[in-house]
């Protein structure tokens, strides 16, 4: 009877993520064109914290009930997942354009951070004062993020907003927040919900919880990414589908694992900074090729699947001992 319950609860909750996805981009687009804010900085910041919260809830409560390994497993987990797996499907369907702001700043800003990441996991603690900094660094990147938005457009910028088939109204903004706010509301709840039975059936394999956090969970929390991204793809919006991966990874560390880490310190293991350091050399691999012609093109994406896999065959590998890094 529970493995029948957890199997209508899975199917359940794709369906409600889906549509609160599709919901959270068309809002998202309104208000960027009622704003006239390109779609760049609404993927980076409204877009980018909608579908970080499972990250968000899963890692706070683990924080808070001593689970540190499921508190990083899945912040990094879910960030090579958003890259090789969200960027790498979506290139693999049709090629993704890096608008010129994305590249010169803002892919470069994760770098720094997954990077910084690794030097705070390196000797197996992440204190309260790390995790202090993490968060006011977030809120730094977002009042950046406004200040840029407010100084315009560049000419040469490809996240331009195209004209709106119907006027955006001041009533109907209103209206979206409130529509961003009730899908927000239902990708937490339907992730939370995938993670729940994911978890159950994992759990049913025996396996540990960094493993589950690097895959049943970082899968689980990432839904909203992949299929938020696949959307936005889907109607055009290149600059919300890649720039919600950026603000995605970045609100992961900053903000997740900062606010985990303030609430409660945690305690790291040898797996973790392996799995960090992994993490930023996906993130340099994947900067490279949108480097590359200002895009990332269907060979790149194929490629990044690839790695994905093979992560996902060590993380198996180094579980069951058959090898040790």
Known sequence: MEILFNLFLLVFCFAVLIKGADFLVDAASYIAAFLGVPSLIIGLTIVAFGTSCP?????????????????????????VFNLLVVVGLSAV????????????????ICLFFSGLLVVSCWDLKFTRL?????????VLYCAFLVIRSRKGRTADNDDEIAEPSKPRTGKGALLRVFVIIAAIAAIYLSSRGIVYSCTFFAKLFGISDTVIGLTIVAL?????????????????????ALGNIIGSNIFNILFVLGLAGTISPLDL??????DAIICLGVTVMSFVFALTGKKVNRPEGAVMLFVYAAY???????????IAI
């Open 55 to 79: 990250e968000a809830g899963v890692s706070v409560v683990s924080s808070i009930a001593g689970n540190n390994s499921l508190s990083i497993s899945n912040v990094v987990g879910s960030n």
């Open 93 to 108: 369907i049709g090629t993704i354009a890096a608008p010129k702001d994305l590249l010169k700043l803002d892919f470069p």
């Open 130 to 138: 790390e995790g202090i900094i993490y968060v006011a660094c977030i």
């Open 220 to 240: 689980g929390t990432s839904l909203p990414e992949l299929v938020t991204s696949l959307v936005a793809y889907k109607k055009g919006e290149n600059s919300i």
């Open 269 to 274: 293991v040898h797996e973790n900074v392996t």
């Open 312 to 322: 996902m065959v060590f993380v198996f590998l180094r579980e069951f001992n058959i």
